[in-house]
C-alpha cells in the first residue's frame, strides 16, 4: 500500500465549477499537509498548508483535512482556465525528513 | 529574492554515462532535498541535506549521489544512466529540517537514450 493515495484523474471541469481533489493516507505520523501546483514541465509551487484537522482558506482555495479519516481535500472555489494545472498532495511527520507526494490529479477548468 | 535555481534545465546522456546536477537554494535556507519525478508519477524523495551531511534517503540505488556545499548549493550525481533515470530531476529548498515547506526549483529534464 503506497503511503499517499490519490486520484490521477484527468478531472475538467466548466469555468466557474467548485472543484474539489482529494488524497488518503496510511501513515498516522503525518502531520503537515500540503497542497502543490504543478503546471506542465515546470516545479511543484506551493499553494497551502496545514497542520491541524478542519479547513484553512486562502482566496479560492480551501485546505481541508480530517486525522481521523486519514483524508485530505483541496476545494477550488469560482474555477479558472488558468488553475488547469496537475495537483499534488504531500504530508511529512513531524520527526521526518521526507516529504510523501500524491500522484497528483490532473485538472483541466473549461472556458 | 531568487527562488530555486537549478541546472541545466535540460539534459541528453546515454546508457552507462554520469551526470551531475547542480541547485543553488534560496537565500537563507539551509536544507536541500532531491526529488525523481517520472512522466505522470509525483516527485519521489531520493536525498535530504541539511548543513552538508546527508539528512535522508531515499530508496535509490548507489547509483545516486549528492552533497552539499558550505553555501548550501547542492549537485546530485547519477552514475551509469540506465534508461528508467529519464525524468524531471527536482531539487526543494527549506529554512530547517523537517520544515512543512519546501520550495521547488524548475527542474532538470534528463532524457537517457
Known amino acids: 500500500q503506497k503511503e499517499v493515495e490519490q486520484d490521477p484523474g484527468p478531472l475538467s471541469v466548466p469555468e466557474g465549477a467548485i472543484v474539489s481533489l482529494n488524497c488518503t493516507y496510511s501513515?498516522?505520523?503525518?502531520?503537515?499537509f500540503m497542497w502543490y501546483r504543478q503546471y506542465s514541465r515546470k516545479g511543484p509551487e506551493l499553494l497551502m498548508y496545514?497542520?491541524?484537522?478542519g479547513n484553512k482558506e486562502d482566496g479560492r482555495f480551501t485546505a481541508q483535512v480530517d486525522k481521523s479519516s486519514k483524508y485530505i481535500s483541496l476545494f477550488i472555489r469560482d474555477s479558472q482556465p488558468s488553475d488547469s494545472a496537475t495537483y499534488l498532495c504531500?504530508?511529512?511527520?513531524?520527526?521526518?525528513?521526507?516529504?510523501?507526494f500524491g500522484t497528483g490529479t490532473s485538472l483541466t477548468v473549461i472556458p | 529574492d531568487a527562488g530555486v535555481t537549478q541546472s541545466p534545465t535540460h539534459l541528453i546522456k546515454t546508457r552507462g554515462q554520469q551526470v551531475t546536477l547542480r541547485c543553488s537554494p534560496i537565500?537563507?535556507?539551509?536544507?536541500v532535498s532531491w526529488y525523481q519525478q517520472v512522466l505522470g508519477q509525483g516527485p519521489q524523495f531520493i536525498f535530504q541535506?541539511?548543513?552538508?551531511?546527508?539528512?535522508g534517503r531515499g530508496n535509490f540505488p548507489d547509483r545516486f549521489s549528492a552533497r552539499q556545499f558550505p553555501n548550501y548549493s547542492s549537485e546530485l550525481n547519477v552514475n551509469a544512466l540506465l534508461l528508467g533515470d529519464s525524468a524531471l530531476y527536482l531539487c526543494?529548498?527549506?529554512?530547517?529540517?523537517?520544515?512543512?515547506?519546501?520550495?521547488f526549483g524548475p527542474g532538470t529534464r534528463l532524457l537517457v537514450l
Open positions: 526543494a529548498s527549506s529554512r530547517r529540517l523537517g520544515e512543512e515547506t519546501q520550495y
Open positions: 501513515n498516522s505520523a503525518f502531520q503537515y
Open positions: 496545514t497542520y491541524s484537522s
Open positions: 504531500a504530508m511529512i511527520s513531524n520527526t521526518g525528513n521526507q516529504f510523501y
Open positions: 537565500s537563507g535556507h539551509k536544507s
Open positions: 541535506y541539511y548543513e552538508k551531511e546527508e539528512r
